[in-house]
């Protein structure tokens, strides 16, 4: 069963990687071929998508190392994973309004 939660939260933390790499790096070309924004509001939203990648990275940071933890192991996949719950409680409410 261990290995089992470490297999789902490293998957949980490389979809995390994924989506900071991508909300960081590549915001502009995302936002305007995936989401149609044009280019000027592409470069407007940019901030707002680059700190929610940097949210994103911290995430998954914390989740492989409370993989790789020796100690406090249970504390501290349960602080992240709820930080991913959050988010995503979060982002369900805003685009649904």
């Not at 502009?28 to 940019?46: I, N, P, V, W």
């Not at 996949?77 to 805003?94: A, K, M, V």
């Amino acid at each position: 069963m261990v290995l089992l939660t470490q297999i789902v939260i490293i998957i949980n933390a490389l979809v995390h990687l994924g989506f900071a790499v991508g909300e960081v790096f590549f915001t502009t070309y995302l936002l305007e071929t995936l989401f149609g924004f044009c280019h000027s509001d592409a470069l407007k939203t940019a901030p707002i998508a680059k700190n929610a990648g940097i949210y994103n990275s911290f995430i998954a940071a914390g989740l492989f190392w409370s993989v790789f933890a020796q100690e406090n192991t249970f504390e501290l996949r349960l602080f992240f994973s709820n930080l991913c719950g959050d988010r995503g409680h979060i982002w369900s409410h805003n685009f649904t309004k």
